[in-house]
């Protein structure tokens, strides 16, 4: 029935299905652009005012061998008729250009059962008999798995327009998709000449025309139209990447270095930040080492202005003793850690939350620091500017934690508004009274002010040392402690200007879900899902953990159960050697524990993948299953 | 003309400063320390060239040398363990107004902080460089040093150091961008002086290798140096160093060197007895990182919201109802 002659059915049968959502994957063989095609797309559809979520598929190698599982380079795009949070449950409809790439996604069971697959057909015709066996069999397989394959010649129909189709593949695919989605053809063309604005008209010109074959032929070719409802949009939105918002926040924070030493997924913040930072009267600067990079922006904020450093788990781990050294000269510092899988080089392109404990802990001895974690693409940017603030603020080390999952993934959220209150007074010159302590901690808050390089009667040595008022070296076991005081001090005085963040939902009930970081969408999907369905679940999220903001041990107590959802590892309690004396929780499920004395169960997983909110309803069914923890 | 009369109004106003302006705390260096003639000799500089105590960063890394920002009365950055170069590369980028100088020991520079140090010499960034060699760690007490030479008995090396000794001098000048490179010993303070002058004066990295004594762990390593002044080569040119009568009186060995010449002073450093004393390379000519990367470029809210404004057009999606600005191509 799916054979290429039942393909040929006269367009006039294609009637748009309207649908609420869809999800939509294309993946190919790295190099061959799916990533650009499926945000060519995501663009296309948030101008036309659908939600979306983009999701990217990334093989660790710059150029892993092609047609093979561990090669699949590809997007996952959700376009919703509202707001969407997250990449979803599992793919609708999916492009392959090779079936190997494709088994991968679907031994992984991330397409949804009866999922439509357009498959490159020209495997079918390979010189190589291996090749043709095994693109034939797994056609066969996937059919009988019911899956819905449609046979494409998409290589084919692109040679009819340039000689390399290998690379124009993807425009022909983004047409293919136009159509499919009923999307405006205008507004594709104007997305291919944006992307490919910086190259000659004559390459916007064949790209386009790609296009529109590929719209063409699936008007022609596809028996099936969807129609996803948009809705108008009233404000201006900006579509950008969790990684380029970091560097735009950077930009609006008024920091003026950037320090960074290249490593995956953060380096795409700092690349962005190369080109525009300049302008601005900022620079980048690619330093020798991790090492180096963080003593670098700390020698830039002891000297003026707080400086970021931008990194991922191998090299937050690096920075430890500098930061150290920054907490304990209370020099202001922004530190952002886009985690990737760990420990060690782990999976570097793969999305977990595992680096929460070492954010907070990290770094020998007693070093308070702040620790916020970014929930959403439009939260990278703001939260760049609150850090640069509460590290200049407070003279400390603010840790700003993202992860790979919204490194790539795009999100239209309301075009900020510029406000002068972002952005760092002046560099202070002015002369420090006579008598002016450099470490004149006050004794409510530990805040003490700060002399930079240039003040008259500033002039003082700071030392990672152990210090008294005057930054003078000292041993005495009093003013050790009085040091220590005054800088954990300051993590209190900053607690009691934080709001209790909402609870999401209903005020209490049977079960609470408490998250941090990129899965607020995902959480609160999913208590969307559970509510429908009667049950009584909320969810909190929580941008700050380092400190918990007040408010919170009330919230956990007025439900019966509370389970954080979180993508790193814990220990299954089916597990032979588990029990309850020697579990290891995930993190913050133990910094809920510790804090508040309240019986915090969890819910992890560490796959790689982002958390899928239909994952979550069942963990938090499971949990509403098992009865209610009785007072030990 | 104007600012001819300007120059004169400022210079009647200029504070002058005395030594004591530059003294902070008292040393705790032991008795005999060579640290104590380096610190002697950059007060005096300080002095000399006037420098604003507000103004001046000295930026050092851990051991018995890093301690120097301690003893002066100017803004100090003590940081931690080989990292001096890093952070006194991130002061002087936010700050290309500051005089920024770096002390560092052998180990703290050469050995623990070595990825820096190459690194720091091809930035070439205006950094006052001063590399305090004793040959051995002193604060941990008594062990081996990257310069520590082959035999010699330490905590760590009970039975004999069995690595030839790294020369600083010759690895800078291996490093593709060295600037200025020179070297002293703290028995000749004048020398020892004249050196670091020169090397404030040299806009890039100068480095100066000082090599000096630790009375406690190395007692006798240089007396032979010091009972024969034959055993020192002081290098001498119009370019570089002339020494005075009194100086040449001493020490009769003398070279001639250019410091332009790199192959020869390559050839100089690699030689280690007699010790070369004196400028074994200048080049004013390399850029300075900080002035590459426009280093200081002025900032102000418009701009910021000029940037920010034109980095958000390109990825803006506007109301439905100006969807005439369909997205322009950049």
Known sequence: MNDIAALERPAAARVAQELPEHIVEVISDSGEGAQRCGQSLAAIAARSGNGIWTVEIIPAEIQPPARSVAGASGIRIRIGARRVTNGGDQTDLAVAFNEQVLLGRVKAGELKKGATIILESMWRDHADPAIVASYTSTVTALRESAFHVVEAPLEQECRKLVADARKGKNMFVLGMLCSIYSLDLELARAQIALIFGKKESKIIASNVRLMEAGFAWAESNLDFKYRIPAQKITEPQVVVSGNTAIALGVLASGMDICAMYPITPATSASHYLSECFERVGGLVHQAEDEIAACAFAIGASYAGRCAVTITSGPGYSLKQEGIGLAVMAEIPLVVVNVQRGGPSTGQPTKVEQGDLLTSIYGSHGDAPKVVMAVSSIEDCFYSMITARKIAETFNMVVVVLSDASLSTAQQPFPRPAFSEDWLAPPIDQTPVPEGAKPYDWDPLTGMARRFVPGQPGGMHTITGLAHDRMSKVAYDPAINEEGLRARSLKLAALQKTLRTPPVYGGDDGELLLVGWGSTQGVIEEAVDRLRARGKAVSSLHLRFIQPLPSGIKPILQRFARVLTIEGNWSDRLDDELIDADNRRYSALAMMLRSRYLVDVDCWSEARGQPIKPGSVVAAALAKLDQPVATEV | ?330
Not at chain 2, 96 to 108: A, E, I, K, R
Not at chain 2, 156 to 162: D, E, K, L, N, S
Request: proline share 7%.
């Open chain 2, 1 to 330: 003309m104007g600012s001819a009369l300007h120059h004169c109004v400022i210079r009647l106003h200029e504070e002058h400063h005395a030594l004591e302006d530059y003294q902070g705390g008292v040393p705790r260096w032991c008795n005999g320390c060579g640290d104590n003639a380096i610190l002697a000799a950059v007060q005096r500089l300080c002095r000399d060239e006037d420098l604003a105590p507000e103004r001046t960063v000295f930026v050092s890394g851990i051991g018995c040398s890093s301690r120097f920002p301690h003893y002066m009365r100017t803004y100090g950055f003590h940081g931690i363990h080989g990292r001096a170069f890093p952070l006194a590369e991130g002061v002087k980028m936010a700050r290309p107004d500051l005089h920024v100088f770096v002390n560092t020991g052998d180990g703290d520079c050469c050995s623990i902080g070595a990825a820096h140090w190459i690194h720091a010499i091809r930035y070439n960034m205006n950094l006052t460089v001063i590399l305090h060699d004793n040959h051995v760690y002193g604060l941990t007490k008594k062990q081996a040093s990257p310069t520590s030479p082959t035999g010699f008995k330490s905590n760590t090396t009970p039975r004999g150091a069995v690595l030839q000794a790294l020369n600083p001098l010759t690895v800078t000048l291996g490093v593709q961008n060295a600037s200025f490179v020179a070297q002293g010993v703290d028995w000749m303070p004048e020398q020892l002086y004249d050196i670091i002058r020169r090397a404030y004066r040299h806009r890039g990295f100068s480095f100066v290798r000082i090599i000096q004594r630790c009375p406690e762990f190395l007692p006798k390593m240089f007396e032979p140096w010091l009972h024969d002044p034959g055993r020192t080569l002081v290098l001498t040119h119009e370019n570089g160093l002339q020494p005075s009568a009194e100086v040449s009186r001493i020490y009769r060995n003398q070279r001639e060197h250019d410091p332009m010449d790199l192959d020869r002073a390559r050839e100089i450093a690699s030689a280690e007895d007699p010790i070369p004393v004196g400028i074994l390379y200048h080049n004013p000519e390399i850029p300075c990182y900080e002035d590459l990367r426009g280093a200081g470029s002025p900032r102000s809210p418009e701009r910021t919201r000029a940037g920010l404004e034109a980095e958000l057009d390109k990825y803006t999606i506007w109301p439905q109802e100006d969807q005439g600005k369909l997205p322009q191509a950049a």
